[in-house]
């Protein structure tokens, strides 16, 4: 679906990850195909059709998934509005669960954050930055990060400061809310962050 003059990619609210050869065979598969399913959000359209943490999805529209990367490459030709329909592999049977492929809720935004990038974030204030000693008073401020998460593996810290998501300018909490739901690819985002007087440029793959 076309608007606002560009193609607005869809979210699953799914994250996967490869299936090594350990994996394949606790699985108990004849090959090393497919990705498995590690989360799964709750008000995601993937979730209300049924997909679960454990799933592992082998085909999508008929196609062979061959890799995380395949997945992600063949997700990026679905829209907002598409259709998908997965084949997945589930206590050993195969079953199709067809998902519509939707734009990220704004009220889902907290929940995206914590649990897709594992950051909870404060809205940056002048009152803030003093009583905190940040060396800016914009931008949406790190107060915890999850360990084991996208942002912990790449070294995000309580105090950093995100200033652009996919760069577009992240000044306040209602900027961060709007880049969010208008995220492209929620699979790799590219943050900016502040920390101290210091920027550097992070992608995360959730």
């Given at each position: 679906?076309?608007?606002?003059?560009?193609?607005?990619?869809?979210?699953?609210?799914?994250?996967?990850?490869?299936?090594d050869a350990q994996l394949t065979r606790h699985f108990k598969l004849d090959r090393q195909?497919?990705?498995?399913?590690?989360?799964v959000a709750e008000s995601s359209s993937a979730g209300k059709a049924g997909l679960k943490r454990g799933d592992i999805i082998i085909a999508i529209d008929d196609h062979d998934v061959k890799n995380k990367s395949d997945f992600r490459g063949r997700m990026a030709s679905y829209t907002v509005s598409s259709s998908v329909r997965f084949?997945?592999?589930?206590?050993?049977?195969?079953?199709?669960?067809?998902?519509?492929?939707?734009?990220?809720?704004?009220?889902y935004v907290k929940e995206f954050s914590r649990n897709w990038l594992g950051l909870l974030l404060q809205e940056n204030s002048e009152r803030f930055a003093r009583s905190n000693r940040l060396a800016t008073s914009k931008g949406m401020v790190v107060v915890e990060v999850v360990?084991?998460?996208a942002s912990?593996?790449?070294?995000?810290?309580?105090g950093d400061i995100v200033r652009q998501m996919n760069?577009?300018?992240?000044?306040n909490e209602e900027d961060y809310n709007k880049a969010v739901a208008e995220l492209n690819n929620p699979d790799r985002i590219l943050l900016l962050v502040q920390r101290g007087r210091q920027g550097y440029y992070v992608t995360l793959e959730p």
């Open positions: 679906m076309i608007r606002y003059g560009k193609v607005r990619r869809g979210w699953l609210g799914v994250s996967v990850q490869e299936l195909k497919g990705v498995l399913v590690v989360g084949s997945i592999l589930r206590d050993g049977k195969v079953m199709k669960i067809r998902v519509r492929v939707t734009a990220i809720p704004k009220s360990p084991n998460s912990g593996r790449i070294g995000i810290k309580p760069q577009k300018p992240v000044d």
